[in-house]
């Protein structure tokens, strides 16, 4: 680095204000503040990263040509900045940065230009989708400053030009990330170089590609790649001056969408590819713009939220790529829009068909308990391009695209501030890590099924494991409903490979803050089946035969709080078998909690599985909460499970009928189902329900039922659903009087005395 060079970065580091929120800021000014400081960390170490990648760049006929990209990042920074601020020495960098970019050409050997066809009109600047829109929108910004020269100008737009073209040697396309950065790179370079001869095909290559995005599902799962695709088709809309992309209810969908699965920690929770607290300053930037576009306070609200506890998070690490989407963040924020909370607790977000996730919570601040459900299979929609990627780049270990096997997951867990269980992370190798890490069934907090019987003595992560191929599934929520006391959700896999489906039944026990979490199990094919469910931490701080405390310290080598640990409890004993074995997840060793059991099953035969998530303070006895916990099981083995809950709020009872489809008759006639035909008893409870709560307390029994006709509780009936006429029957059947059943019912009565009930 040359004296003068050294100077300038030597007052921009002097200049560079702390890394932290002042009271008295806008989140406008901080949002610029921060970028600045982004930006002279990234000066100040630019020419470093540069020559670290001359001497480490060893170009080859498979790698090809790449540039070092710090410069492209830095670039787009400064001209970004140039625009918020008018200030020249941010115009004078970016103008360097880029009229002298394709100089890095002459590390890459002539001798290679012949063994990459894509080469055959010479090698472009940028060789990386990822870069070309940032490069190009850099110039953009800059193009009318006064430290733009006709040598440099030359110099950005031949640079933008063969870019661009080389785009069309690989136009992928399809409602993702990748794709709508394509179509971005391209319409920047048209409007860069107007009077180019290929302008004309980038700009109608460019409406090609945005065309599948615009008004899309994304047939992406990835926490890290859906704000980089949203924020691709803001800027896109807005180079192309169209605002109806607002009015898209695809797009609305996805700010509330971030808004929903917001956590306690401060930012969207990990799913898919992706890692803990990464793509943040995307979220705020794509929050700022929703806020703005639809007047709403609770997306300028969660953009707050992310800020504050992201940015002592990652401090001076906020890099220039955190700058740039920070800088967007500030050209797009309306601070005249006051900050709104959020008021709702355990909803879906955001929907049973797209969305796929649930959200348990009891509360938006920062020690609320939070647990992340995701179901999302890969949906029957955006089946050409899903095509396309599985037959043009090795995508069989992921669920399309960027998305895990985390079908029926718990993907976060978190309480009093603490992380208790968290998701399995991004790969550490192309296209996947070791036994398909992080992406396969057995990195994630969910039951694992295998068609064929472990032996005794196998250890279960070598039997389990493979190398990781996705394999798919279909997935669906069953049901999902709130209430004062429990907010429960039923969702279903269906292996038609494997030939089982299985249901996660979650009851979240508000008064308790627990979870008891049914897996239910039913085989369609005959034959010997593995089962287990894993829960996965980084320390194990108990073990017992059935129970287990786990914590989670570390994610990917960064210390969270550890105010609470989990207890994990088995309420399930016979002939499973429980234990711990190592495995490696988010890049750190890890442990995962099993209970698993192997034997051969008939079809039409189902197993269970049920797990109690316990939240509680670090280093408390979990004898009490063990004792508290009591198994239920329904009269007739298979039919339904029950949990009974004692502590000094009386007597709980939580009851999940196992098979949904018992107590349909074969009659045709409707209904097609009685009380009696459906009927399964609970210890006190007795309903033909699909779900089932009741709390006993003294003289008075508080109850809540689901699909059901009847409930009856120490023999006593509480409800019942009223007779009707069923006159319309199939083939002009005779009339049939029957009971209904209702979708759901909630009363308190008296526990021993009779009274009027809705029958």
Same mark, same amino acid.
């Given at each position: ?106 590390a890459f050997h002539d001798s290679l230009r012949s063994t990459r066809p894509e080469y055959a009109r010479g090698v472009p600047t940028v060789t990386d989708f990822f870069q070309l829109p940032y490069f190009a929108r850099a110039y953009l910004y800059v193009r009318g400053a006064s430290p733009m020269t006709d040598d440099a100008r030359k110099a950005i737009q031949r640079s933008i030009a063969e870019s661009a073209d080389f785009i069309l040697y690989h136009a992928e396309w399809g409602p993702m990330n990748r794709a709508m950065l394509r179509a971005e790179g391209l319409m920047l370079a048209a409007v860069a170089c107007p009077e180019h001869p290929q302008a004309a095909d980038w700009r109608k290559l460019a409406r090609v590609t945005a065309a599948d995005s615009r008004g899309q599902w994304s047939e992406e799962d990835s926490m890290i790649y859906q704000p980089v695709w949203i924020s691709s088709l803001i800027r896109y809309a807005d180079l192309v001056d169209n605002p109806s992309l607002y009015a898209s209810h695809t797009v609305s969908h996805y700010f509330e969408y971030f808004l929903r699965l917001l956590s306690p920690a401060g930012m969207i929770p990990d799913y898919g590819d ?298 399930? *004993? ?6 711990? @074995?190592?495995?490696? %997840?988010? =890049?750190? &060793? $890890?442990?995962?909690?099993?209970? /698993? ?85 609970? *210890? ?6 699909? @779900?089932?709560?009741? %709390?006993? =307390?003294? &003289? $008075?029994?508080?109850?809540?039922? /689901? ?53």
């Amino acid at each position: 680095m040359n004296m003068a060079r050294s100077a300038i970065v030597l007052v921009f580091i002097c200049m560079a204000p702390a890394v932290r929120l002042a009271a008295a800021e806008s989140p406008r000014e901080a949002y610029l503040r921060l970028a600045q400081a982004a930006y002279d960390r990234g000066l100040a170490s630019c020419e470093g990263q540069v020559e670290e990648w001359r001497r480490r760049y060893k170009p080859t006929e498979k790698t090809g040509y790449i540039p070092p990209a710090d410069p492209v990042w830095l670039a787009n920074l400064a001209g970004s900045l140039y625009d918020l601020t008018g200030r020249d020495e941010y115009a004078r960098e970016a103008v360097r940065l880029l009229a002298r970019h394709h100089e890095f050409k002459s590390a890459f050997h002539d001798s290679l230009r012949s063994t990459r066809p894509e080469y055959a009109r010479g090698v472009p600047t940028v060789t990386d989708f990822f870069q070309l829109p940032y490069f190009a929108r850099a110039y953009l910004y800059v193009r009318g400053a006064s430290p733009m020269t006709d040598d440099a100008r030359k110099a950005i737009q031949r640079s933008i030009a063969e870019s661009a073209d080389f785009i069309l040697y690989h136009a992928e396309w399809g409602p993702m990330n990748r794709a709508m950065l394509r179509a971005e790179g391209l319409m920047l370079a048209a409007v860069a170089c107007p009077e180019h001869p290929q302008a004309a095909d980038w700009r109608k290559l460019a409406r090609v590609t945005a065309a599948d995005s615009r008004g899309q599902w994304s047939e992406e799962d990835s926490m890290i790649y859906q704000p980089v695709w949203i924020s691709s088709l803001i800027r896109y809309a807005d180079l192309v001056d169209n605002p109806s992309l607002y009015a898209s209810h695809t797009v609305s969908h996805y700010f509330e969408y971030f808004l929903r699965l917001l956590s306690p920690a401060g930012m969207i929770p990990d799913y898919g590819d992706a890692r803990w607290n990464e793509c943040w300053a995307e979220y705020i930037a794509c929050l700022e713009r929703g806020a703005k576009e639809y007047k709403r306070g609770d997306l300028k609200w969660a953009a707050g939220r992310i800020l504050k506890d992201m940015v002592p998070w990652f401090g001076d690490a906020i890099d220039v790529r955190m700058g740039i989407a920070l800088a967007d963040a500030c050209r797009w924020a309306d601070d005249t829009i006051q900050p709104q909370s959020p008021t709702a607790r355990s909803q879906e977000a955001m929907d049973d068909l797209i969305g796929k996730k649930i959200v348990f919570r009891s509360g938006w601040n920062s020690d609320a308990d939070y647990m992340m459900l995701n179901y999302r299979d890969e949906g029957p929609y955006a089946r050409v391009p899903r095509d396309y990627l599985r037959q043009t780049i090795p995508v069989e270990e992921e669920k399309m695209h960027h998305g895990h096997a985390d079908e029926n997951a718990i993907c976060l867990l978190m309480s009093g501030g603490s992380v208790l269980l968290h998701d399995g992370g991004y790969r550490d190798g192309i296209p996947s890590g070791r036994f398909g890490a992080y992406r396969a069934d057995y990195f994630h907090n969910r039951l694992v099924v295998r068609p064929y019987k472990k032996h005794a003595d196998q250890p279960l992560f070598e039997f389990l494991r493979n190398s990781g191929g996705y394999c798919p599934v279909r997935t669906e929520k069953i049901d999902f409903f709130t209430s004062e006391d429990v907010d429960v959700s039923r969702t279903r896999l269906m292996d038609d490979r494997l030939g089982y489906s299985s249901d996660r039944v979650i009851v979240y026990v508000k008064p308790a803050g627990l979870y008891l979490v049914f897996d239910i199990v039913t085989f369609h094919k005959t034959g010997f089946y593995t089962l287990a469910t894993l829960w996965h931490a980084t320390d194990v701080l108990y073990q017992g035969d059935n129970s287990f405390v786990t914590a989670v310290d570390t994610i990917d080598g960064h210390a969270l709080p550890k105010t609470k640990a989990l207890l994990i409890a088995f309420l399930e *004993g016979g002939d499973r078998k429980s234990g711990v @074995f190592d495995i490696r %997840r988010h =890049r750190q &060793d $890890e442990s995962a909690v099993y209970q /698993t059991l192997a034997s051969h099953y008939h079809a039409g035969h189902r197993e269970t599985f049920v797990t109690a998530l316990v939240p509680h303070r670090r280093g408390a006895d979990t004898k009490t909460i063990l004792g508290s916990l009591e198994l239920l099981d329904a009269k007739i083995p298979r039919e339904g499970i029950g949990i009974k809950l004692t502590d000094e709020q009386g007597v709980r009872y939580i009851c999940v009928k196992e098979d949904l489809a018992m107590g349909v008759l074969t009659s045709n006639a409707r209904p097609r189902y009685t009380f009696d035909s459906g009927r399964v008893r609970y *210890g006190p409870v007795e309903t033909d329900a699909s @779900f089932a709560y009741a %709390r006993a =307390r003294g &003289d $008075e029994l508080s109850y809540l039922a /689901t699909h059901m006709v009847k409930v009856l509780f120490d023999g006593r009936e509480v409800f019942s659903s009223r007779p009707n006429t069923f006159w319309l029957q199939p083939d002009g059947g005779p009339t049939v009087y029957g009971l209904t059943k209702w979708r759901m019912w909630y009363d308190t009565v008296p526990r021993r005395h009779s009274g009027e009930t809705p029958g």
